[in-house]
């Protein structure tokens, strides 16, 4: 009687946890992918047995690989002692969007949540959707997201905002073997000495689209990389990194992006990187690795107190392929760009309308170029409003040296995912199109997406369509 009686009620616990909801009874039956429903802000570690008290750090606990856990909206408050919600297994999280469901450390002026929002472990191949992540405060690095022992972490339409690290990664760490997919995501309001918004490093690996990395502040007066610290391999395509800051002292660099290892690769392509300052490279700062930047923009950045208004080069080989490089600023030498070493390859992109001090006179303070113990090397159809010696770049047949203002748009949303600089249709000086262009070959877009004709590519990021 005992045996058959601990059967019915066994039998009876089942039937109550799936018809209590919070494991479908179809989810039940296929047990791989189950789907579990939180739903209590607590941040408690019970069990997730009555669908009226099942909460985030519960379901995380007892999810199987492959679980998908549905977040309501609500404001998730993590309490210091029971620490970061970490994660180790196959996981999806999916909130009720960035603006409804937010998990959060540490409100605005509160310190009493001294953890990672959410840590990730080896096994990890988490995805965080429609999900705010905010108030970390890491010891080290990793505020919001720390994903630093070779997880892989996919975020996609979600908020890191107003996390800290100590160190650096104030939003996202993303360290040793780890990747992170990083899709219709901000990163903003972010800090940490160096790398405020984002830490790539080690053999990491970052892959960033139609993303949004602003706003971000390093706290140290000689930090790096307001924007984003690269010291390993990132792609980051149809994206912004805008009005970050890193140290605004002599040895600050990389307001939008610094990197800083002999074995990085950076590539951008068709984004924005614009509004950012620091002390030197206010756009970007190469120290260290390779990079490659294509139908971008790179403008309205600011070297505060050094060079390199928008670009800053100083070591690796480097190509800066139909880019437009605009109305960036420095106090010393090269308000678009300044190379202290290694070698970069300039090929049909536009420098025009960057200053010195705010000014384009003298011409002596080289306000589009300057080199020094570098090699720059025309691939030609380059448009340099102004060339002085101090650029040391021997023209290219095709290249249009010294002719004047560009005429440029400012920076606009005229299509495309990130804003440009339109070219104006009669701005003559700055359009070429050339049949002798080998890459002019039908199959090229400009930033915005908007296909180059064939042997009328114009040089820089932005297109003229009729």
Same mark, same amino acid.
């Given at each position: 009687?005992? =045996? ?24 039940? =039956? ?9 739903? $209590?802000?607590?941040?408690? $570690? ?13 379901? *995380? $606990? ?43 450390? @540490?409100? *605005? ?17 988490? #995805? ?17 997201? +720390? ?33 992170? @997919?990083?899709?219709? #995501? ?16 080690g053999s990491g ?6 993303? @949004? ?8 007066? #000689? ?9 390993? #391999? ?35 392509t068709r984004s ?13 700062y190469i120290n ?31 190509? *800066? ?33 960057? $200053? ?27 448009? *340099? +409003? ?45 359009? =070429? ?7 002019? @070959? ?25």
């Open positions: 009687m005992r =045996r058959v009686a601990f059967r019915s009620f066994s039998v009876l616990l089942v039937v109550a946890v799936i018809s209590l909801g919070w494991v479908s009874g179809s989810e039940a =039956r296929h047990r791989h992918h189950p789907t579990i429903h939180v739903t $209590t802000t607590d941040d408690a $570690t019970s069990t997730c047995l009555v669908k009226a008290y099942c909460s985030l750090r519960s379901a *995380i $606990t007892m999810a199987q690989p492959g679980t998908k856990i549905v977040i309501p909206g609500g404001f998730f408050q993590l309490s210091n002692g029971l620490g970061s919600l970490a994660i180790n297994e196959k996981l999806t999280l999916q909130g009720a969007g960035a603006s409804a469901t937010q998990i959060v450390g @540490n409100t *605005i002026g509160q310190s009493t949540f001294m953890h990672p929002v959410f840590t990730f472990g080896p096994a990890a191949a988490a #995805t965080l959707k429609g999900l705010t992540v905010s108030g970390g405060n890491a010891t080290g690095f990793g505020g919001g997201i +720390q994903n630093t022992v070779g997880g892989t972490v996919n975020l996609i339409s979600d908020v890191i905002s107003n996390n800290v690290a100590s160190s650096e990664g104030g939003g996202i760490a993303n360290e040793g073997t780890s990747t992170i @997919n990083i899709s219709k #995501t901000l990163v903003t309001a972010n800090e940490a000495p160096s790398g405020a918004g984002i830490e790539n490093s690996v970052l892959n960033m689209a139609l993303s @949004n990395v602003s706003g971000n502040f390093d706290t140290s007066t #000689t930090g790096a990389g307001g924007g984003i610290v690269e010291d390993a #391999t990132a792609f980051i395509t149809k994206s912004t990194i805008a009005n970050n800051s890193a140290g605004l002292t002599s040895t600050g660099g990389g307001g939008g992006i610094f990197e800083n290892n002999a074995s990085a690769q950076l590539t951008i924005t990187i614009s509004g950012n300052q620091a002390a030197n490279g206010g756009g970007v260290l690795g390779n990079a490659q930047i294509v139908d971008s923009t790179v403008a309205q950045n600011d070297a505060t107190s050094g060079t390199g208004g928008g670009l800053e080069v100083v070591a690796g080989t480097n190509t *800066i392929l139909r880019d437009t490089v605009a109305k960036n600023d420095a106090r010393v030498e090269g308000g678009g760009i300044q190379a202290s070493g290694g070698t970069t390859f300039l090929q049909a992109s536009i420098f025009g309308e960057n $200053t010195v001090l705010g000014t384009r006179t003298p011409l002596g303070l080289d306000p589009d170029c300057w080199s020094i113990g570098a090699t720059l090397v025309s691939h030609d159809f380059n448009v *340099i +409003q102004d060339v002085t010696v101090d650029c040391h770049l021997t023209p290219g047949p095709h290249d249009s040296f010294s002719v004047g203002d560009p005429n440029l748009g400012g920076l606009a949303f005229n299509g495309g995912p990130t804003e440009t600089m339109a070219i104006p249709k009669n701005a003559s000086l700055a359009v =070429r199109r050339d049949a002798h262009d080998p890459l002019c @070959n039908g199959h090229l877009h400009d930033q915005r997406g908007k296909k180059r004709a064939k042997h009328r590519c114009d040089s820089g990021a932005f297109q003229v369509t009729k």
